[in-house]
């Protein structure tokens, strides 16, 4: 049957070429992503003035906001991340990647850091861009696809019947033809589970818009609505009121997250993590009007449907941020295993090179 063997050939072609090629990117992002994952301790050790501090009151925190937003330093801030027990201070990204610390007490800025000068940052920007913005992220969106169909392809081609499944799998050490192509055979399919699941939740985040709308489509679910804008720009806010009415509203939830008003919008939208909620900053949100003090609606997560609720596990999932520290190391594993299959398969086929002559 030729057309068979033709399309096994035409297959072992494009696993053996995208690997090499675009499987070599897909293993630099997985390891960036497995250093990732000790961000928040690496960064905890490496500044522990600022994760020693004591945590404010919310009023204490609302006016060093405000003196904050007032200062050069924090002009033009779009978004901030509240002090909370593990990071005591406020936490603000700039558009260029960037981020500042700011005392929590006193609004202060005490720790910039930049993306050009930062391991972790540059770490982060090639996760999930590949340093190049929106172009990188499309980029990354085809890499991860390529490496769903390297998992796929790599089981087909190796599948040799179900009674002789476990036989195949026994790892070789001679000669090295059949070394390497046991090994990268051995960890490709009993680690295939955990590979589908991390580089499957990484190849949505890069359609992350597009998979939220489908799983919403899929389960028949309407999208959440979204905050109405407000006039921007009248009057002065007053920042511990403020505070003090969204947790008011959300008594049981966490405020994770400020999204500033802008010149053409004025509401305020909170994040806000409620029990139950695997996302760190909580997938659920308050939307206020500033100047009032007031909550004029929300949303919240935890009441979605099951399309939407499945949309918001795929981030924590993926960051490992639900699972504790079992799943984290597991996670941190299971992304080095591409470089592996990457080595391994390069060193197969060197062998099976070196070896065709005398063949």
């Known amino acids: 049957m030729p057309h068979p063997r033709r399309f096994r050939s035409a297959l072992k072609t494009m696993h053996l070429w995208l690997g090499l090629s675009l499987g070599l990117v897909l293993a630099l992002v997985t390891f960036s992503g497995s250093v990732l994952l000790w961000e928040d301790p690496l960064f905890a050790a490496g500044h522990p003035q600022l994760t020693a501090r004591p945590l404010p009151d919310l009023a204490t925190q609302g ?56 391991v972790m940052l540059m770490l982060m920007d090639w996760h999930t861009h590949l340093l190049s913005g929106e172009v990188g992220e499309t980029v990354l969106g085809v890499v991860a696809c390529t490496g769903l169909f390297m998992l796929f392809s790599g089981v087909w081609l190796y599948w040799p019947g179900r009674r002789r499944a476990l036989r195949h799998l026994k790892p070789h050490t001679q000669p090295p033809v059949l070394r390497w192509a046991s090994f990268h055979r051995f960890v490709g399919v009993a680690a295939l589970p955990l590979l589908i699941v991390m580089i499957g939740t990484g190849t949505t985040m890069a359609y992350r818009g597009a998979v939220r709308s489908g799983l919403a489509s899929a389960f028949g679910e309407a999208p959440p609505a979204k905050p109405p804008k407000l006039p921007a720009g009248h009057g002065d806010i007053d920042w511990p009121a403020v505070l003090a009415a969204a947790q008011a509203a959300a008594p049981e939830a966490e405020i994770t997250r400020l999204m500033l008003p802008q010149k053409d919008n004025g509401t305020l939208v909170l994040r ?41 596990a795929l981030f924590p999932i993926h960051s490992a941020a639900v699972g504790g520290l079992l799943w984290r190391i597991v996670a941190c594993f299971t992304g080095l295993l591409p470089l592996f299959l990457l080595v391994t398969g390069f060193l197969f086929w060197r062998a099976r090179q070196r070896r065709s002559p005398a063949t």
Do not use: C, H, Q
């Open 63 to 118: 006016r060093s906001l405000a003196t904050l937003l007032a200062s050069p330093d924090g002009k033009g801030l779009r978004g901030l991340s509240l002090p909370d027990d593990e990071l005591p201070v406020w936490e603000a990204t700039s558009r260029g990647g960037g981020r500042s610390y700011f005392d929590a007490t006193t609004g202060e800025l005490l720790l910039r850091r930049e993306k050009t000068g930062d």
């Open 272 to 312: 806000v993590r409620r029990p139950g909620e695997w996302n760190k900053d909580g997938r659920s949100s308050l939307w206020m009007d500033p100047v009032a003090a007031r909550v004029i609606g929300g949303d919240d997560a935890t009441k979605l449907g099951p399309g939407l609720r499945l949309a918001n």
